[in-house]
Nanobody
Framework: QVQLVESGGGLVQAGGSLRLSCAVS????????VGWFRQVPGEEREFVAT????????YYDDSVKGRFTISRDNTKNTVFLQMNSLKPDDAAVYYC??????????????????WGRGTRVTVSS
């Protein structure tokens, strides 16, 4: 059974940085494309970034492009989300998700088979 565990969330001041990690176990990590999503109470879960199985292809939502970087280490079964220049609007619970589909761009939550439980990011102004 595939399990995803996020870590690295916390409280940061606006303009600061955090690095989120998503540790994946129970499957062949390199077979999964992985995405990051975020959600605030009362709103839809929204796409942040996605990375292909090899790590060669990445996509970002326009709201984070240039500030966030998604990467993966297939030797450690982990995906990272480096978040710089954080804004109060970035505050949310961040989730990672994995899909066995063979493509590279998965911006919709229904495209993912496996989800973590999330890690909270709070940004103070």
């Amino acid at each position: 059974q595939v399990q995803l565990v996020e870590s690295g969330g916390g409280l940061v001041q606006a303009g600061g940085s955090l690095r989120l990690s998503c540790a994946v176990s129970g499957g062949t990590f390199s077979a999964y494309a992985v995405g990051w999503f975020r959600q605030v109470p009362g709103e839809e879960r929204e796409f942040v970034a996605t990375i292909s199985r090899s790590g060669a292809i990445t996509y970002y939502d326009d709201s984070v492009k240039g500030r966030f970087t998604i990467s993966r280490d297939n030797t450690k079964n982990t995906v990272f989300l480096q978040m710089n220049s954080l804004k109060p609007d970035d505050a949310a619970v961040y989730y990672c998700a994995a899909t066995l589909d063979a493509g590279s761009y998965y911006p919709y939550s229904y495209e993912y088979e496996h989800w973590g439980r999330g890690t909270r990011v709070t940004v103070s102004s």
